[in-house]
């Protein structure tokens, strides 16, 4: 009786992965401002961390080659994660920006071919794309990170004592995905404006497009 539930309880994730998922990066983004400056729960939520990668190659293999493609990706950013308790490695800091901007965007795509080959709308058909959006935030967050290291002093920022880097990127990317656009934190060379720019114009499209798919496929099969 016990296997039997189990694998009621493996389906029903599996069924509402996406909502999950959505719920786990709500949390990592609104609480890691928090909690990160404490030494005990920055260790949670390293573990909450790396809980959501192995989360995201879950809800995102449908072969297993896919599930091997993103554990490679994402590997470089489990060990950076926890390298910095025991040691900190220089040289892995560009490797773990590029495998960063390459998993999360790896992560995206699978899920819009997912979405794509709904039959139907559903809600775990918009949670996924929720899900997708905030993946192409944090892919952009990584490319500014590149950017910085690449060229120091591509961003302005009022005060970058007071911010942690993951999330000073992760502000600047959501900010400007939404173009809600403070302007507390601004690009200044010509790289950088045009980073941000494509961003911008991504958010847009990826809003208009996917939105306009989804009713679209939802009207069509009302119809029928």
């Known amino acids: 009786m016990a296997p039997k539930n189990f694998e009621n309880y493996i389906q029903k994730l599996h069924d509402a992965r996406f909502l999950v998922l959505l719920i786990l990066l709500l949390f990592l983004l609104v609480l890691t401002p928090f909690l990160d400056k404490f030494i005990e729960t920055r260790i949670l939520m390293d573990v909450f961390l790396t809980a959501i990668f192995i ?23 489990i060990i950076a994660t926890w390298s910095t308790y025991f040691f900190e490695i220089k040289t892995l800091s560009m490797l773990t920006r590029i495998f960063g901007a390459l998993f999360f965007a790896y992560a995206a795509i699978n899920i819009l071919r997912i979405i794509v080959k709904s039959e139907k709308v559903t809600r775990e058909t918009i949670f996924a794309a929720i899900v997708a959006y905030l993946l192409i935030a944090l892919m952009w967050a990584f490319l ?24 000073r990127y992760e502000y600047l990317s959501f900010v400007t995905i939404t173009t809600l656009g403070y302007g507390d934190i601004t690009p200044v060379t010509d790289q950088a404006s045009a980073l941000v720019l494509i961003e911008a114009f991504v958010g847009q499209i990826y809003l208009v497009v996917l939105v306009a798919w989804l009713v679209g496929m939802h009207v069509s099969r009302r119809s029928r």
């Open 55 to 77: 989360f995201i190659i879950y809800s995102i293999r449908l072969k297993r080659s896919q599930a091997i493609i993103a554990f490679v990706l994402v590997l470089p950013l």
């Open 144 to 167: 500014y990170m590149i950017l910085e290291l690449v060229s120091p002093g591509s961003f302005s920022f009022p005060d970058k004592g007071s911010w942690g880097e993951m999330m």
